[in-house]
């Protein structure tokens, strides 16, 4: 009797014990890649509290069952400060240190690219907002592009504003002259002079450069119609805009870049009045999901700036990396990469999938809406949200 009691016990005991291992999670790492310092710095940190909050939700829900395996995700963030030099020391950190082998969200094109050399070595998935089109392609099978790129960009955002002011002529152009700047560059050149407006001056400037004043005049002197603030981000933006007013420039300002009104008008003041952004997007307005008014109020409090799209492209990308290891039945970052262009998954926009494969040799680029805003009383107004053909189609045929 005594044996049999010593088994019933032992059994007992076995079962509790794999009660409590089945929900047990194994943690995987996920890395973020961010200017979190700066005038940039309000991007990275957005984006490491919307990644996150991703995180958050997915582990709460139980996190990822793939192969009768759960597995809960932790993120990891280091700051990048915008350049290769701080690009490649995150990239040892997160990859040979830390051990991670997904990246959710990285920011700069020059950091990225540092990164990068060591992430498709490495076999590790990169999520990327690079504006770059030199980050993507079929030599560069792990890497993504979380968000959208000015071949998404500024062919609908210059034609908007060609709309709007048909009798706009000239440009003059201003980048930080760095990676980004230069690669962004002559693609808006291009799609200027395709709309019959005239690049009558291209100028850089050094990130961390405080005195606008020399590169304002410069830009005035030229008396253009329409001056396209490229990659400045908009703390340095706001402080070109308020050089221009103090030399009497009036025209039409573009900051493609431009993430959202807050800082532009707390820095540019009356200045950024009319100013057209192509990167940002009014998330408490009626176009957007009640996730992205949840997550705006979140990054609101985390970091005194509504919610940009360069900020919330960390939530998407570690849903699209969820749904990708469920699909492939794998953690495996190869397999993953595989699955990824082939499924439609869920966003904060809704349900999205990957494309761009026309543009860059491979379907890479997450197919998000191009929001078009303004700014018109002090505030961001969003004037126009165009969906992409490509993912109405994948949509469509989904269905």
């Known amino acids: 009797m005594k044996s049999f009691k010593k088994l019933l016990v032992g059994a007992s005991v076995a079962a509790a014990f794999a009660a409590s291992t089945a929900g047990a999670q ?30 958050k939700e997915i582990n709460d829900a139980g996190g990822v069952n793939v192969g009768g395996k759960r597995y809960r995700f932790e993120v990891i963030a280091y700051d990048n400060k915008y350049n290769a030099a701080d690009g490649s020391k995150v990239a040892q950190n997160l990859i040979n ?6 990246i959710i969200g990285s920011i700069g094109t020059a950091p990225i690219l540092a990164l990068q050399s060591l992430s498709e070595r490495s076999n590790v998935i990169l999520f990327t907002s690079a504006w770059g089109k030199s980050v993507k392609g079929p030599k560069m099978p792990l890497t993504f592009t979380q968000s959208n790129t000015p071949f998404e960009i500024l062919d609908p955002l210059y034609g908007y504003i060609k709309q709007q002011n048909p009798n706009i002529k000239t440009v003059a152009i201003l980048n930080p002259n760095d990676a980004t700047g230069k690669e962004v560059e002559p693609v808006a050149n ?56 103090v030399l009497g420039w009036k025209g039409v300002q573009v900051v493609p870049v431009g993430t959202n009104a807050m800082q532009l008008v707390q820095i540019g003041g009356p ?62 970052p190869k397999a993953i990469a595989e699955a990824l262009p082939k499924i439609v998954f869920d966003t904060s926009y809704g ?19 191009v929001m078009i805003t303004q700014i018109r009383g002090g505030k961001m107004v969003e004037v126009n949200r165009i969906i992409p053909d490509e993912l109405k189609k994948r949509l469509a045929a989904a269905r």
Do not use: C
Request: hydrophobic content about 45%; cysteine-free.
């Open 271 to 332: 200045a950024s009045e009319g100013a057209y952004m192509g990167y940002a997007g009014d998330y408490d307005g009626q176009h957007a999901t009640p996730k992205q008014r949840e997550l705006n109020k979140g990054i609101l409090a985390a970091v005194n700036e509504t919610m940009s799209p360069l900020q919330i492209s960390s939530y998407d990308s570690l849903y699209a990396l969820a749904a990708a290891m469920r699909a492939a039945n794998s953690v495996e």
């Open 351 to 369: 349900k999205t999938a990957f494309g761009g494969e026309s543009t860059y040799g491979n379907p890479q680029q997450m197919l998000v809406p």
């Open 26 to 55: 194994e943690v995987l790492k996920v890395g973020i890649s961010a200017p979190m310092s700066g005038s940039a710095a309000t991007w990275g940190l957005g984006m490491e509290w919307a990644g996150k909050q991703a995180a």
């Open 97 to 102: 240190r830390d051990g991670v082998k997904y």
């Open 190 to 245: 291009a799609v200027w002079e395709k709309l019959g407006v005239k690049v009558v001056s291209v100028n850089w400037y050094e990130r961390g450069t405080t005195q606008f004043q020399p590169v304002a005049a410069k830009l005035a002197a030229m008396k253009p119609d329409v001056i396209d603030l490229g990659v400045a981000p908009p703390a340095d933006a706001g402080v070109v805009m308020k050089e221009l007013a």
